[in-house]
């Protein structure tokens, strides 16, 4: 690189000759090079990451995302929007416009569908009906509300126990995408109480995790396992009471972090469900 002396020197037949001298500039060529993920989710910003090099100072950058969007940052953030392959490149130019090219093939994959419709059985006994919108969408968590959890891909039914506000959420994923929709639903009074409903309460709510449970009925519930679930239905602990033997019973629950889990209280024939909240 530098600057250099070119002559061109012409020679007739008959011996006579010319030149001329100039003085020409030979630039450095720079290298194009630039990482970014080859696989994304439809609306993943996606970073470029610049690794060009060029030994003689300042480069000028010239980025192509998809044929139409463009960018002269150095390293540069895009979202692609409708899903397909790009085909990403990078041009850089020094000062004396010497120039190389990179380019990198992105993947840009669709996302999932996760919305559904959540109706009652009207039956009365706190039994919803979940449908998807798409049942091929991918692989399917649903998340009742209550602690309660499936992988079922496709229509659903789910009982709750409790008279309450529920967040049922449906999580759906697909070649490493996801998508989650959620909605709210009231589970009004049940017309048939089953007796653990009925009879057991605990509290306070929230606590500090010390949680006291009593059985106020006349019904004896014999043996009660209580299941401690978080909010995605992972098991956490368990505890067992007979009721028969002691009217209530305290479960501790202060060694978990803060946060809201749920109590799944059965006797072998009935099921209730409690959300409780952990505060520290």
């Given at each position: ?11 007739a037949?008959?011996?006579?000759f ?6 020409v ?7 194009a090079?630039?990482?970014t ?12 990451l610049?690794?060009?090099t060029?030994?003689g ?7 192509s ?19 397909g ?10 000062p ?7 380019s990198?093939?992105?993947n ?12 009652s ?6 039994t ?9 969408s ?10 309660t ?18 967040k ?13 929709t959620?909605?709210?639903?009231i ?7 089953d ?8 509290y ?15 019904v004896?519930?014999?043996n009660?396992?209580?299941k401690?679930?978080?909010q ?10 007979n ?13 978990f ?6 109590l ?17």
């Open positions: 690189a530098g600057n250099f002396n070119v002559t061109l020197t012409v020679v037949d008959n011996g006579c010319d030149e001329i001298t100039k003085v500039n030979f630039g450095v060529k720079p290298v090079f630039f990482v993920k080859t696989d994304i989710c439809l609306g993943e910003e996606n970073t470029f610049n690794g060009s060029f030994a100072g300042n480069l000028n950058y010239d980025w995302f998809d044929g139409t969007n463009s960018s002269n940052a150095s390293n540069p953030a895009f979202t692609y929007t409708v899903p392959t790009y085909n990403a490149s990078l041009i850089v130019t020094t004396e416009n010497c120039s190389d090219t990179a990198i093939t992105i840009v994959k669709e996302i999932p569908n996760s919305a559904f419709t959540a109706v059985n009207l039956d009365g006994n706190g919803y009906r979940f449908t998807p919108a798409d049942p091929n991918g692989d399917f968590l649903w998340l009742f509300g209550d602690g959890t499936s992988n079922v891909a496709g229509v659903v039914t789910h009982r709750y126990f409790e008279a309450s506000i529920f049922p959420t449906l999580v759906v994923t697909k070649d490493g995408c996801q998508s989650s959620s909605t709210e639903i589970v009004n009074a049940l017309s048939t109480v007796p653990i409903s009925n009879q057991i309460i605990n306070p709510n929230p606590s500090t995790g010390m949680i006291k449970l009593e059985n106020k009925g006349n004896d519930l014999g009660v396992s209580i401690v679930v978080d995605l239905g992972r098991f956490v602990s368990e505890f067992n009471w009721t028969s033997v002691s009217p209530s019973t305290v479960i501790d629950l202060s060694n972090a803060a946060g809201i889990y749920h799944q209280i059965s006797n072998g024939e009935f099921v209730s469900n409690r959300k409780v909240e952990i505060i520290k």
